[in-house]
């Protein structure tokens, strides 16, 4: 009973309306009453309250925020604004016969037809005057007009500072026109529902010449010389039409729906025409889309590059699909930008025109950084004839990674164009940046170039440092010489720090994607000492190499005789050395087929001659001969700069059968032993030609034998008998000629 009394008076105390409750008895009150005052009897009563609490307590629904339930209520809500501002914009149309009705009753009523030919006269005052002053102060700077407009220049730079000053003398005649617009008011005091008026296509004036002005700056109409935009006459009188007309009807709609405002047309017909007057602006900037469609169409697409850097390609690419869909995008922008601004969206207006006006701005500064990077990669690309003789190589590597470097320069522009559009429109890109895992990603991409970097520089500081150790000149600028060896330990230094720089990059930059590289290693290992086992042969020519190389045994130039092959080294690489002979035969020998290396080269060359001469010649003589013919050699402006020493004569070497052997030698520069030899020989046997000094040829004496008193036989000779081809006088003994003379 007590329960439900408490119960009562609680559920009666947190009415908000008038309820059907019952008010408590006396009886009821007092029965409360003593139950407070007893101490068990009030405990029991709390605990009573208790359980009823937990019974009756609603369980709260738990609220799960979700990605996609965030979409979907920002979704929902923006469809009921849509549908709010539609509705409201459909209810707007109802009012335009309100603005009819109202400007039919401002021509027919007498007195409002007196308010309005009086505003229109202070209008035509202030308006009259103003115009005259800016007239005034326009022909009092024809003069220095004209003097800019001589001095313009072709140059972009001169023809920006010849529009700047332009621009501020067409800037003074306006405000001319707002001062004495302003001081006409302020003079005559007209009243205070005509002042506004005439304030509001004041400012509308001024708002329309300051447009114009700065589009005629950049078009420059009527002075092709500072016209900042390339185009033709024909495109800026085109873009001039269209930006007045634009300018008009927005800028002098809209103050003139003010005025009208003022005048008392009414808030929901104002909206009305208001909507109105957005239309017609959209539907113009539609037209002027389509009619530019394709002249804007071939300006994104730009030229065809035949080839190029693959970035460059994909922006062609791109470039190309922009062209031919442009329109519409352009026009999708234009009605969102009018329903945005019609619906009128919590700001969503300012917010769309901030962030247009941002990506303008930033693909402005975006083309402007563009060109200038080009500019100056073309610049660097450039070298002098100094730095170009003092490294050769130079040019060839800087074409080389130019282009790389160039294309990563300019897709870094783009990307963070990209970023700072996206940001414009509200898009936190660079926010996923700043998280942890982009700071990862970040990082990661950071230390994968950084290893990239590193390599190639230590590879481009040693390839240059190499050579230009070969190409370096002596004092004389002419090519210093080096020696075979150092070409060849250089060469194959260089491709080994390549192998080197590949394999430890690789490494480093699969440990950087998160791939564990030890399985790697020890598979490497273990690959290793397979390869140890299964390709002895292989390792034995690498070890061979390395010694033969080290040991300076032969380098590339030399000509060597390796076991039974001989010829020119052309390549030494780490297990074979290639060689070509006499008949243009190439050779490759592996280093481990090489148990002797016969260098004929090797800092310089003899020319050994055996000389045979007749028995009955003065020794002596021929020897002095063959001296003079030596200084004849040294003497010769072609042969003589490679013979190093005179000519050296050992003396009479051996007695032949049919000869005397005189030997000697000539030293040369190396592989040019071939060449002085042949040059003596020729010298030689026109000088003993001249000198009657016989170099014999194999012969044989016959000998018949002799009888017991010491006479030989008789010798017939017969002429006319042919000997290996040739006629001659042979002699055979008497028997055998009568048996068979045709066998001599």
């Keep these: 009973m007590a329960l439900a009394l408490v119960l009562g008076l609680l559920g009666a105390f947190c009415a908000t309306a008038a309820a059907a409750t019952e008010a408590p008895s006396t009886t009821e009150i007092e029965a409360l009453i003593t139950t407070l005052e007893d101490e068990q009897a009030r405990g029991e009563l709390v605990r009573k309250l208790r359980i009823l609490a937990e019974i009756d307590e609603p369980k709260p629904v738990p609220d799960i925020q979700t990605a996609t ?8 809500e923006g469809l009921a604004v849509f549908g709010t501002g539609l509705a409201r914009i459909a209810h707007s149309v109802e009012y335009l016969p309100q603005a009819y009705e109202w400007l039919g009753h401002a021509v027919t009523d007498p007195e409002e037809h007196a308010r309005w ?5 202070w209008l035509a005052a202030v308006l ?34 010849g529009a700047v000053f332009l621009l501020l003398l067409d800037l003074l005649p306006i405000v001319a026109f707002a001062a004495a617009g302003y001081a006409v008011l302020a003079v005559a005091a007209p009243p205070e529902q005509t002042r506004l008026v005439a304030l509001a296509w004041l400012n509308a004036s001024i708002i329309v010449r300051l447009v114009m002005t700065l589009s005629g700056r950049v078009f420059a109409e009527r002075e092709p010389a500072l016209r900042l935009i390339p185009s033709s006459d024909e495109t800026a009188h085109y873009a001039m039409i269209w930006v007045r007309r634009l300018a008009s009807t927005a800028i002098y709609g809209f103050f003139g729906l003010q005025a009208a405002l003022l005048l008392g047309i009414g808030a929901a017909a104002y909206e009305a025409l208001m909507h109105l007057l957005g239309l017609v602006v959209t539907l113009m900037g539609l037209i002027l889309i389509l009619q530019n469609r394709r002249p804007v169409a071939e300006r994104i697409r730009g030229r065809e590059m035949e080839g190029g850097l693959p970035g460059r390609l994909t922006l062609s690419l791109f470039r190309r699909r922009l062209a031919q869909s442009w329109h519409l995008l352009a026009g999708a922008y234009l009605i969102l930008l009018f329903a945005v601004w019609a619906l009128d969206w919590r700001l969503g207006f300012l917010f769309v025109l901030r962030a247009t006006l941002l990506t303008i701005a930033v693909l402005v500064v975006a083309r402007f950084a563009l060109h200038l990077v080009d500019r100056l990669f073309a610049r660097w690309l450039s070298i002098n004839v100094q730095l170009r003789s003092t490294h050769p190589q130079l040019e060839a590597r800087v074409k080389h990674y130019f282009p790389l470097l160039q294309g990563a320069a300019r897709w870094l522009l783009y990307i963070l164009a990209g970023l700072a559009i996206l940001h414009a429109w509200g898009i936190e890109a660079l926010a996923w940046l700043a998280s942890e895992p982009g700071q990862a990603l970040g990082g990661t991409v950071a230390r994968i170039l950084g290893v990239l970097v590193v390599a190639v520089i230590v590879w481009e500081v040693t390839a240059s440092f190499i050579e230009r150790y070969l190409a370096e000149t002596d004092a004389r600028d002419g090519p210093r010489v080096r020696s075979a060896r150092a070409k060849t330990l250089l060469t194959v230094a260089r491709n080994a720090l390549l192998v080197v720089l590949i394999v430890m990059s690789t490494l480093v930059i699969l440990s950087e994607l998160g791939i564990n590289i030890a399985p790697l290693l020890a598979g490497a290992g273990v690959l290793g000492l397979a390869i140890g086992f299964g390709a002895q042969r292989l390792v034995q020519d690498v070890i061979t190499g390395v010694f033969i190389l080290m040991q300076d045994l032969m380098a590339v130039g030399d000509v060597v005789k390796l076991g039974e092959r001989a010829g020119l080294v052309e390549a030494i690489t780490i297990r074979t050395v290639r060689l070509r002979d006499l008949s243009g035969t190439v050779h490759t020998i592996p280093f481990s087929a090489i148990d002797t290396v016969s260098n004929l080269t090797r800092d310089f060359s003899f020319y050994v001659f055996d000389l045979g001469v007749a028995y009955r010649e003065d020794v002596d003589e021929v020897m002095e001969v063959i001296r003079q013919v030596g200084e004849e050699l040294i003497a010769d402006p072609e042969i003589g700069p490679v013979v190093l020493e005179p000519l050296e004569i050992f003396g009479v070497d051996a007695f032949g059968d049919n000869a005397v ?7 040369t520069q190396p592989i040019k032993q071939w060449m002085v030899g042949r040059a003596f020989n020729r010298r030689i046997k026109q000088r003993f030609d001249e000198l009657g000094i016989e170099i014999p040829f194999p012969h044989r004496t016959v000998y018949f034998g002799q009888d017991k008193d010491g006479t030989a036989p008789p010798l017939q000779v017969s002429p006319g008998i042919a000997v290996h081809g040739a006629p001659t006088d042979v002699l055979w003994p008497p028997g055998e000629a009568e048996a068979d003379p045709k066998s001599a």
């Design 69 to 76: 339930g965030d979409l979907m209520q920002a979704l929902s």
């Design 128 to 161: 009259i005057s103003a115009y005259a002053v800016a007239r005034v102060v326009t022909r009092l700077l024809a003069t220095s007009r004209t003097r800019i407009l001589a001095s313009a220049r072709d140059t972009w730079p001169q023809r920006l500072i």
């Design 661 to 667: 052997v005189i030997k000697g030698r000539i030293k």
């Design 117 to 121: 030919l009086n505003i229109l006269l």
